[in-house]
């Protein structure tokens, strides 16, 4: 790769064919080993790769390769990173960001799309694609009063769901997220088929006002516990100990789960934290902002007294985000009050599609087989 790009810059004078050459020989981005080179085509002041891994410049320039219209970028990306990124194009003082064009490969978010590159040694996992011999479950809407308004859920019902058995519960932040971008009705279809969790009833909840209600506010606190929990109960034959129900979110959704487990000790006992928004005093009010102040306020309650809510729980963050401090900061305190903890990292950022990676970890340890399972 760095003979080819030489090569353009030795050639002197403007030689699109010789560029197209170059393009057509290659798969963007190029991954070597550690190395990958992004590349660009086209008229231009400036070019960057804008990327989200925490401790690198968020914008790093391209450099024009000789007197050609192709830009090129070479970086180190350890092994089995997987980077989310846009290019932005500058060009008669407009700035621009857009997909790179050479790279067919795609993230979806609710916030938009990236492009996506995957270093040697990151794979996607098989089982986050649908599996023809997994029976799949099924998902119905439910409306649940609240003093607040009414409420729905779509709750997951495995397959062969049965009124003979009783079932584990999971309530999961931001649900219709996860089923997007998360790909998570598959991976429960896929995991369930291959017995590596239960079949499970999951309540898929979607907030009308995220960032005030996953914010440790105890309405919310109030209505997982008092009144999901209980209506679901009702409902679908679930097993009725905390033992079988569990919490679930990411990023302020994480935040949302242990704050209600924490406000209501004793009714959820596994949580499985991703990406949690953790900010606290030292780091939270220099860094974040004042919509982390409801954040920083529980978090900093928490790590005084945190109590025992819930018997396990699950932690995952990418190395490439902001809040990779906040979630080490908390095994340890975790540990000390004797619940089971477990914490995995990849090198990734703040994703779904990190999110979706950890799944099958996460799941499979706090729901481990199909021993949950109980016959009336």
Same mark, same amino acid.
């Given at each position: 790769?760095?003979?080819?790009?030489?090569? =353009?810059?030795?050639?002197?004078?403007?030689?699109? !064919?010789?560029?197209?050459?170059?393009?057509?020989?290659?798969?963007?981005?190029?991954?070597?080993?550690?190395?990958?080179?992004?590349?660009?085509?086209?008229?231009?002041?400036?070019? &960057?790769?804008?990327?989200?891994?925490?401790?690198?410049?968020?914008?790093?320039?391209?450099?024009?390769?000789?007197?050609?219209? =192709?830009?090129?970028?070479?970086?180190?990306?350890?092994?089995?990173?997987?980077?989310?990124?846009?290019?932005?194009?500058?060009?008669?003082?407009? &700035?621009?960001?857009?997909?790179?064009?050479?790279?067919?490969?795609?993230?979806?978010?609710?916030?938009?799309?990236?492009?996506?590159?995957?270093?040697?040694?990151? +794979?996607?996992?098989?089982?986050?694609? &649908?599996?023809?011999?997994?029976?799949?479950?099924?998902?119905?809407?439910?409306?649940?009063?609240?003093?607040?308004?009414?409420?729905?859920?779509?709750?997951?019902?495995?397959?062969?769901?049965?009124?003979?058995?009783?079932?584990?519960?999971?309530?999961?932040?931001?649900?219709?997220?996860?089923?997007?971008?998360?790909?998570?009705?598959?991976?429960?279809?896929?995991?369930?088929?291959?017995?590596?969790?239960?079949?499970?009833?999951?309540?898929?909840?979607?907030?009308?006002?995220?960032?005030?209600?996953? !914010?440790?506010?105890?309405?919310?606190?109030?209505?997982?516990?008092?009144? =999901?929990?209980?209506?679901? +109960?009702?409902?679908?034959?679930?097993?009725?100990?905390?033992?079988?129900?569990?919490?679930?979110?990411?990023?302020?959704?994480?935040?949302?789960?242990?704050?209600?487990?924490? &406000?209501?000790?004793?009714?959820?006992?596994?949580?499985? =934290?991703?990406?949690?928004?953790?900010?606290?005093?030292?780091?939270? +009010?220099?860094?974040?902002?004042?919509?982390?102040?409801?954040?920083?306020?529980?978090?900093?309650?928490?790590?005084?007294?945190?109590?025992?809510? !819930?018997?396990?729980?699950?932690?995952?963050?990418?190395?490439?985000?902001?809040?990779?401090?906040?979630?080490?900061?908390?095994?340890?305190?975790?540990?000390?009050?004797?619940?089971?903890?477990?914490?995995?990292?990849?090198?990734?950022?703040?994703?779904?599609?990190?999110?979706?990676?950890?799944?099958?970890?996460?799941?499979?340890?706090?729901?481990?087989?199909?021993?949950?399972?109980?016959?009336?």
């Amino acid at each position: 790769m760095t003979l080819a790009i030489d090569a =353009l810059r030795r050639g002197g004078a403007v030689d699109p !064919a010789a560029v197209q050459a170059f393009l057509d020989g290659h798969a963007f981005p190029v991954v070597e080993d550690t190395r990958v080179t992004f590349a660009y085509r086209g008229a231009a002041d400036a070019v &960057r790769l804008r990327h989200w891994i925490y401790g690198l410049p968020s914008s790093m320039p391209l450099e024009r390769v000789g007197r050609t219209d =192709l830009w090129c970028l070479v970086i180190e990306l350890p092994h089995g990173s997987r980077l989310e990124y846009k290019l932005e194009i500058e060009a008669g003082g407009q &700035r621009t960001l857009i997909m790179d064009p050479l790279n067919p490969l795609v993230s979806h978010a609710p916030m938009g799309s990236n492009s996506v590159c995957h270093a040697t040694g990151y +794979e996607t996992p098989e089982w986050v694609a &649908r599996d023809d011999e997994a029976r799949p479950g099924e998902l119905e809407d439910v409306s649940i009063l609240d003093p607040a308004g009414e409420r729905r859920v779509t709750v997951y019902l495995p397959a062969r769901f049965r009124r003979s058995r009783r079932y584990p519960l999971l309530v999961v932040h931001d649900g219709e997220d996860y089923l997007r971008f998360a790909a998570l009705k598959t991976v429960l279809d896929n995991l369930i088929h291959r017995l590596e969790i239960p079949s499970m009833v999951v309540a898929l909840t979607q907030s009308p006002d995220r960032l005030r209600e996953y !914010a440790d506010d105890p309405a919310h606190a109030r209505f997982l516990a008092e009144r =999901l929990v209980p209506h679901l +109960e009702r409902r679908y034959p679930l097993v009725a100990e905390s033992s079988g129900r569990g919490l679930m979110g990411a990023s302020f959704g994480a935040v949302a789960s242990l704050s209600a487990a924490w &406000r209501h000790p004793g009714r959820f006992g596994r949580l499985l =934290l991703q990406s949690g928004s953790f900010a606290f005093t030292d780091i939270g +009010e220099q860094r974040r902002g004042p919509l982390f102040d409801p954040v920083v306020k529980f978090v900093n309650a928490f790590r005084a007294e945190p109590g025992n809510p !819930a018997d396990r729980i699950f932690m995952s963050c990418g190395m490439y985000e902001s809040l990779i401090y906040e979630n080490r900061s908390m095994v340890p305190l975790l540990q000390a009050t004797g619940m089971e903890i477990r914490y995995a990292e990849a090198r990734d950022g703040h994703n779904w599609e990190s999110w979706r990676d950890r799944l099958r970890e996460g799941l499979s340890w706090l729901f481990p087989g199909p021993l949950w399972l109980v016959y009336e």
